[in-house]
């Protein structure tokens, strides 16, 4: 414990005279087939030069209860363009690719046997959003289009239903962070 606490004070300590900044969201993702997600992430992310910046993210994210039940983690990088509209309100967009780890399970309570090989896979974005800077805090919304390769196989009673289930959607992201 010790140690998350050493290096959380010193990522805080550093992040300043980087113009990196920290922050953690929730997430609302309506995907194409596969229903609605909820979760959260974290973000990190560091200034280039003005305005200019680069960002990581990773999340987790979970269908409530739907059949199938998916939960997935995005692993994302993204560059953004913040426009300074005022002191206090900056508007960005940006764009970036993403690897999406997936575990589906199929409520089989019907006996239908039916398996799901699920597959991680990759895709891109792009996002538009807006920060209100409170002090050294900044509260952050924004709008995120994903278009995610999908190639699970549905397989039922032996035989392959050529099924596909796509993640593309809209995402919906709110949160904090401190920094760039």
């Given amino acids: 414990m010790k140690k998350w606490i050493v290096l959380t004070l010193a990522v805080l300590f550093v992040l300043p005279a980087a113009h990196a900044g920290i922050g953690a969201f929730g997430s609302w993702w309506n995907s194409k087939d596969y229903d609605t997600l909820y979760g959260g992430g974290i973000r990190l992310g560091m200034e280039i030069f003005s305005g200019l910046g680069v960002e990581a993210r990773g999340s987790y994210l979970t269908t ?14 993204m560059a953004l363009w913040k426009l300074s509209v005022s002191e206090f309100i900056k508007p960005y967009i940006g764009a970036g690719v993403g690897y999406y780890i997936k575990d589906v399970d199929w409520d089989n309570h019907h006996d239908l046997d039916v398996r799901i090989k699920d597959n991680d896979c990759v895709g891109y974005f792009g996002v538009g959003g807006v920060d209100i800077q409170i002090g050294p805090v900044t509260l ?5 289009y994903n278009l995610i390769q999908d190639d699970d196989e549905f397989e039922w009673r032996g035989g392959n239903l050529e099924e596909t289930y796509s993640l593309d959607g809209l995402c919906v992201n709110v949160g904090v962070k401190f920094g760039f």
Avoid: C, I, R
């Fill in 64 to 77: 409530n209860g739907d059949n199938p039940d998916m939960s997935v983690v995005p692993l994302e990088v």
């Fill in 140 to 144: 952050f919304g924004e709008a995120k």
